[in-house]
């Protein structure tokens, strides 16, 4: 069975859903397939012990819906990862969303048909009306940019007598850790957020580190009922302040160089930083991931704020970073992170000094020692950006595939579409500010931007839209001459690819920021959707058939 609509979504996450109601609110037909078997996206999948968000709770919420925003109710200003999922569930149960998802459904296969300007898409699995294939005018991918885990493995793994967990597949059944010896293998944020938590609970915990990475206080707290109520009446406030900043998280740099500020006024900027923005400390002045020297100033200062934190001083030279400038690793918001080494039941293992060998019966064999585990937990990251994107084969005009047009690294035009690749659209992806950013905030924006398309397209009726060549190259060598303007290529990471072997070196992210991206987005538009071939020879062909 074939089901047709007009638009098909991949992914029930925070974009897809968007992207779901607004298309639909144009009355347009949609359906969203879905891997999982729930809505929820990351949020469904990383239910690991201290998952929460690193953008605020009124920050990271839809802003589609004024009577949503003052209806819904944060307990903490740095949302759990079970209240988000309550409030995902919350959104696609008032909005009606549910009826137009499949779940159980990975996609396989999504080929464009150049003679009827349709993508034909396949899944494994889903549909209770048994439909394996859908056709529509329209693809979006709304995969996320962290959702394909890497699937680490050691040798020996399968003689392991404990239970192997990995973070971002956590199981929905109770993970019994207390009183267990646990190992946590990496130290991103899923690592340094599950630290501090079953450090409380097991009777020993191993924490298993190649590299020492920033990581700022979430300062976190619950949500006053004054705090709840200003955040409400102010929400059309905050919503453009994040609009207008780089980041979309409101904050605005101070406008000198970090250097240029006298050292007493830069401490107390940094002071008033630490103990408040999180993940906007980067923010803290406008050059900080721009100037070595001003990088500097804040990476000191981070590291001095470490050392009042961790009593051994063997153990503190290890978690201290070194080497590379903050932020150019997406530093983590932590909520106790350091602390918890100073526990007579935690422990760090410098794997960069004595690295992982095998896995065995009772645990792990470092080149050092064997340490017995009840269970080993996985925080080894993802195939950040396109890992999500290159799942399924995608085949676009004469049979070239993503993967083949990515064989060198992603291009695109804006970071939402890709020339060969008609009536395609990707949110938040490469070439997007995309992990640079909120990325709700980036959603929610390109979402509306390709509403706009759409409708400009159906009103002219255009049946097919696709980026041009020039338009690719020319965007492709901007991204890459505002990365040159920054500190991230002196630092090997995932928004370079270097956390895949084999995965090209190239910077992924758009680091222009918020404001600049939405500003090319609208030029773009009253241009015409400059760098759009816009066709409507497909429908007068379909026409003449007939």
Same mark, same amino acid.
């Given at each position: 069975m074939i089901a047709q609509v007009d638009a098909v979504v991949i992914g029930a996450g925070f974009a897809g859903l968007r992207a779901l109601y607004t298309l639909r609110s144009m009355g347009m037909s949609v359906a969203v397939l879905e891997a999982g078997d729930d809505v929820g996206g990351v949020w469904h999948f990383n239910r690991y012990p201290g998952a929460r968000c690193d953008v605020e709770s009124f920050d990271y919420s839809y802003r589609f819906s004024p009577e949503l925003e003052q209806e819904w109710r944060w307990s903490e200003r740095y949302a759990t990862q079970p209240e988000i999922l309550r409030y995902v569930s919350h959104v696609v149960d008032r909005f009606d969303l549910r009826r137009d998802i499949t779940f159980n459904a990975q996609v396989t296969r999504a080929t464009y048909d150049e003679t009827r300007a349709l993508w034909d898409i396949e899944v494994d699995g889903g549909g209770n009306e048994g439909a394996r294939r859908w056709q529509a005018g329209k693809l979006i991918l709304a995969v996320g940019q962290l959702s394909t885990p890497k699937d680490t493995v050691y040798p020996g793994q399968e003689t392991f007598g404990g239970r192997i967990i990995y973070s971002a597949k956590w199981p929905k059944d109770?993970?019994?850790?207390?009183g267990k010896r646990v190992a946590i293998i990496g130290t991103g944020s899923s690592g340094v957020q599950m630290t501090p938590?079953?450090?409380?609970?097991?009777?020993?915990?191993?924490?298993?580190?190649?590299?020492?990475?920033?990581?700022?206080p979430a300062a976190n707290a619950p949500m006053s009922d004054e705090e709840d109520r200003t955040g409400k009446a102010n929400y059309r406030e905050r919503r453009e302040a994040a609009r207008n900043s780089?980041?979309?998280?409101?904050?605005v740099p101070d406008t000198r160089s970090a250097i240029d500020v006298p050292e007493a006024e830069r401490q107390a900027a940094y002071e008033t930083a630490w103990n408040r923005l999180g993940f906007g400390f980067a923010l803290t002045f406008k050059d900080i991931l721009l100037d070595e020297r001003s990088n500097e100033t804040a990476s000191e200062f981070i590291r001095s704020k470490i050392a009042e934190q961790v009593d051994d001083p063997a153990v503190l030279e290890k978690l201290t970073p070194r080497g590379f400038p903050f932020g150019t690793r997406r530093p983590s918001v932590d909520s106790g992170y350091f602390p918890a080494f100073n526990r007579a039941n935690v422990d760090l293992v410098d794997i960069s $000094? /004595?690295?992982i060998e095998a896995l065995t019966p009772l645990g792990i064999r470092t080149s050092a020692a064997?340490?017995?585990?009840?269970?080993?937990?996985y925080a080894t990251g993802f195939d950040a950006f396109t890992g999500s994107l290159l799942k399924p084969e995608i085949t676009g005009r004469g049979g070239l595939t993503l993967r083949e047009k990515w064989s060198a690294g992603p291009t695109s035009y804006l970071g939402l579409g890709v020339h060969g690749f008609p009536n395609m659209f990707i949110i938040v992806g490469p070439g997007s500010p995309s992990l640079l950013s909120n990325v709700l905030l980036s959603s929610e924006e390109q979402i509306d931007w390709l509403a706009?398309?759409?409708?400009?397209?159906?009103?002219?009726?255009?049946?097919e839209i696709e980026v041009t060549a020039e338009a690719e190259r020319d965007w492709v060598a901007h991204v890459n001459e505002r990365a040159? $303007? /920054?500190?991230?290529?002196?630092?090997p990471s995932y928004y370079l690819g270097a956390e895949m072997p084999g995965k090209p070196r190239v910077f992924m992210p758009y680091s222009g920021g918020v404001r600049g991206y939405r500003r090319i987005l609208e030029k773009t538009a009253a241009k015409g959707y400059e760098g759009f071939m816009l066709d409507t020879a497909v429908q007068q062909a379909n026409a003449g058939d007939d």
């Open positions: 109770d993970v019994e850790l207390a938590v079953i450090a409380q609970v097991a009777s020993h915990l191993s924490v298993f580190q190649r590299t020492a990475n920033f990581s700022i780089p980041s979309g998280l409101g904050f $000094e /004595t690295p064997e340490i017995p585990f009840d269970v080993i937990i706009a398309l759409f409708e400009f397209a159906r009103s002219r009726g255009i049946t040159e $303007e /920054t500190l991230y290529l002196k630092t």
